[in-house]
């Protein structure tokens, strides 16, 4: 198992990125913790970040939430807005995405100061979620060749096992996800299809950037599939010039 930190902050193209991990707690609602405890911890992190943080409901779609207005950050944390990526260009909100063996996407145009966070599972990859959170942050000035992504940690497609129809289903409609597991079955490369996704929607590879950290290999990520009943990590990103 790996023992390197996980609360790592990356400059990102001008916005702050960050993974947080089980040191730091669940952050999620819906895992059955202590609601309390999870409000608690959501609050450490916001004031480290020095900006209001705001999450969605996520159910694996390829819905995007533009953050427009401060109306838009007060209404998000009021009260649960179902979505699986943020966009942004406003400095004073961070974007939050949790994820447990899902693929967390950060993305960042510095040039025209719009961020971006999303949610990428086998779903979420499949429905267009990355697509579309780049033809979102294109519809606040981005151009795509000057974004530039960070894919953090997830299951690694030398452990994401999966049924062959599963597989087949999957790799007709993005080849880049067809892996096999290190004890050779079918396998899905998550990653790799956040890759392929991200370059589909015009982004340079050298602006991809592949975090190589296994949740499921490492205990210090949550990871659904060692545990069903774990909790959830968090990407953010933010423009906020505050360090993290």
Known sequence: MSSEPCARAFDLSGARALFTGVAEGN???HVGDDPNRVRARREVLERELGV????VEQVHSADVAIVRSERDVR?????????????????????????ADCVPVLLAD???GVIAAAHAGRRGLLGGVLGASVEAMVGLGARPAN????IGP???GRCYEVPEPMFRESVETQPALASRTSWNTPALDLPAGAVAALRDAGLAAEGIEVLERCTLESEELFSYRRDPRTGRFAGVITRSPRAV
């Open 27 to 29: 952050l999620a609602l």
């Open 52 to 55: 209001p943080l705001v999450f």
């Open 154 to 156: 997830s299951v690694c």
């Open 75 to 99: 209404d998000m944390r009021e009260r649960a807005h179902v979505a699986d990526a943020l966009v942004t260009d406003r400095s004073d909100v961070a974007l939050a995405i949790m994820v």
């Open 147 to 150: 974004i530039r992504a960070l």
């Open 110 to 112: 510095e040039q025209r």
